[in-house]
């Protein structure tokens, strides 16, 4: 009898268990499958049109990342006297006509592709604009992706309603005991590329040398890269050598900063638990996208930091 | 007195489920931080828990001692863990195997899957399978973290980072459910581990603890003491009919009366329950406990003898 009472009690224990196993399964499946919904129907409801709105504005900013240096070729082209956001014309319009008015620096298949992907753009701007109309208050909800300029918006000015994550501020210096201030640095970039790492962390130690390469290619675009090692905050001198023999070591020359953990960029620093973290900051030392968790010697996170890296730059220029 | 500590054996092995949802309760008690998606990194994450429980966990309260030992003996700064080292020996001596039966979660985890009712598969003809921890236990805690190091002087946590299924259960899952930055960090390794995983909990419904029986180098670590523990299993002879029920009732393919300290117990108890006179207990203090025992036996030894 104990062991048929046993015996249900263990039944209902395996019941309960292979519920959850399946659960948690079925909710790893919705998981990867809504990345690959479409985005042509029309959006129900205000989530919804945000959701769409990123997505579309994602889609943009592939196109425009992927022939980077054919892109730039047309916005050094473009006509900067062209007051294009005040009649409203769609973005991708722009293009076409900053790409006919500079056909000759293109290949005709250069000029076929470019054409191409701005007739996308101009499609994407269109959807957008109807989004726009229906919901107005997208528009403003998804400020971070803002890189196209989408017609109507105003973008001129940062906005400041939230949307927006300010990167804490802070008042350090960098390992060779320089004072240096989160609001001079940023607003000396076009963009700033802050690293988290701590000295005894491999995978950070082993993007040392990537990072420093970034870095060295951000100098030239007018952005920089700076390193965080969280065994450093509030100066401590043990810490300090050792972090500054490894970067040696890894032939990084890129400055590395730390700050009191106490103050705000402290305590943001503290909720970091996942090592290396790299965070995008535009000039406003804003954070742009989300940050990067783990090494972005991975092929595909080098992409997403760059990705989020031109789009700070395209923001600076625009 | 043997009375007594037999029933108090008994108890504990009859609310043993219990007692292991209690222990996994408290070396993972920062239950919130599964909604939040971080990490508790407070004072407590400086000690090691007893059983195999990932540090990543978000709910974690403690480290875990095979991942702290890899992290130390692997860093740059220490050649050898010795203070985890130190905690895992006195752990082996208090207690031995007696973790993996009543305190490790990741041995509870399968034995909640091995209660799911299919047909079950006796792993005797596996033994040799079970000396594969050792394998794992020197390899890739400690040679290789130790040994294969970068330019730096850094090893990788080899157990943890290519074999550990509770690393993907307790942190990689619920991390990545949580945390889409970490959701997109996910790679080929996530893909591997969850693959072990998803073996594991599939061997765990056919098999009993099959983990803690042929992986597991924290059972491996802990079995090098089942010997010399203070926690040990005791026969009482005299008691004993000899019926061979004890034997069927291990799980872990241990013949309680031959060996009462074999390095496969995990002190689960299930010999003490299927004892039909009360012959098996648990008994814990110095000594091998035969003192008591050999007095009342003397007049009996020959006697024993000549039956066998």
């Known amino acids: ?318 | 007195m043997d009375k007594k500590f037999s029933g108090v054996s008994q108890t504990m092995s009859r609310f043993r489920g219990w007692i292991q949802a209690g222990a996994t309760l408290l070396t993972n008690l920062h239950l919130p931080n599964f909604l939040k998606g971080g990490l508790y990194q407070g004072a407590g994450k400086t000690v090691c828990v007893p059983g195999l429980n990932c540090y990543s966990c978000p709910a974690a309260s403690g480290a875990c001692p095979i991942g702290a030992f890899q992290a130390v003996v692997g860093s740059s700064k220490f050649s050898f863990s010795y203070y985890i080292t130190g905690i895992l020996i006195l752990l082996g001596v208090l207690l031995g195997r007696f973790i993996c039966g009543f305190l490790c979660p990741f041995g509870w985890f399968q034995e909640l899957l091995h209660k799911i009712p299919t047909k079950k598969f006796s792993t005797k003809k596996l033994k040799p399978l079970t000396y594969l921890k050792y394998a794992v236990l020197l390899v890739m805690v400690f040679l290789l973290p130790a040994f294969l190091v970068n330019d730096v002087g850094m090893g990788n946590p080899f157990f943890c980072k290519y074999l550990c299924p509770q690393g993907v259960l307790e942190g990689a899952i619920p991390l990545s459910l949580a945390n889409s930055g970490i959701r997109a960090a996910l790679g080929k390794l996530f893909t591997w581990k969850f693959s072990i995983l998803l073996s594991v909990i599939a061997l765990s419904v056919l098999f009993y603890r099959p983990f803690c029986k042929w992986l597991c180098p924290l059972g491996a670590f802990y079995a090098l003491f089942n010997r010399v523990s203070l926690f040990q299993m005791k026969v009482d002879k005299n008691k004993c009919v000899s019926c061979g029920k004890c034997a069927k009732a291990c799980k872990m393919d241990v013949d309680v009366t031959k060996t009462p300290n074999h390095t496969e117990c995990i002190r689960c108890g299930m010999c003490i329950r299927a004892c039909p006179t009360k012959a098996v207990c648990f008994r814990y203090g110095f000594g091998d406990g035969k003192d008591k025992t050999n007095v009342a036996e003397m007049p009996q030894k020959n006697k024993d003898n000549k039956e066998i």
């Not at chain 1, 500079?102 to 701007?125: H, P, S, V």
């Open chain 1, 1 to 318: 009898m104990k062991m048929n009472r046993m015996n249900t009690a263990s039944r209902l224990l395996a019941l309960l268990l292979t519920t959850l196993v399946v659960l948690s399964l079925a909710a790893c499946g919705t998981k990867g499958g809504d990345k690959t919904d479409g985005t042509s129907s029309e959006p129900k409801n205000a989530e919804e049109a945000v959701a769409m709105y990123n997505d579309l504005m994602a889609q943009e900013n592939d196109i425009l990342s992927e022939n980077t240096e054919l892109w730039e070729k047309v916005y050094m082209s473009a006509d900067k006297g062209m007051a294009l956001q005040e009649d409203g014309k769609n973005y991708g319009d722009f293009l076409l006509s900053t790409i006919e008015s500079a056909k000759d620096q293109f290949t005709t298949d250069e000029m076929n592709l470019l054409q191409g992907e701005a007739e996308k753009i101009r499609d994407i701007e269109n959807q957008l604009t109807l989004i726009e109309e229906k919901y107005p208050e997208v528009a403003q909800q998804s400020t971070d992706d803002a890189m196209s300029v989408p017609a109507g918006s105003d973008m001129t000015t940062p906005l400041d309603d939230g949307s927006m994550q300010k990167f804490p501020a802070f008042e350090g210096k960098d390992l060779d005991g320089n004072p240096v201030k989160s609001d001079d640095l940023f607003s000396g970039n076009a963009v700033t590329v802050v690293n988290f790492w701590f000295t005894t962390c491999n995978p950070c130690v082993g993007e040392l040398a990537d990072l420093d390469a970034l870095n060295r290619e951000l100098a030239e675009k007018g952005g920089a890269l700076i390193g965080v090692n969280t065994f450093t905050l509030d100066g401590d001198e043990a810490a300090i050598s050792e972090a500054k023999d490894v970067l040696t070591k890894k032939g990084a020359t890129y400055q590395n900063v730390y700050f009191p953990s106490d103050g705000e960029a402290g305590k943001f620093t503290a909720n970091i638990f996942a090592y290396p973290t790299t965070y995008v900051v535009d000039r406003n030392g804003n954070i742009v996208g989300e940050p990067i968790v783990g090494a972005i010697t991975e092929k595909n996170q080098a992409e997403t930091l760059q990705k989020l890296i031109d789009q700070a730059l395209a923001a600076d220029m625009g």
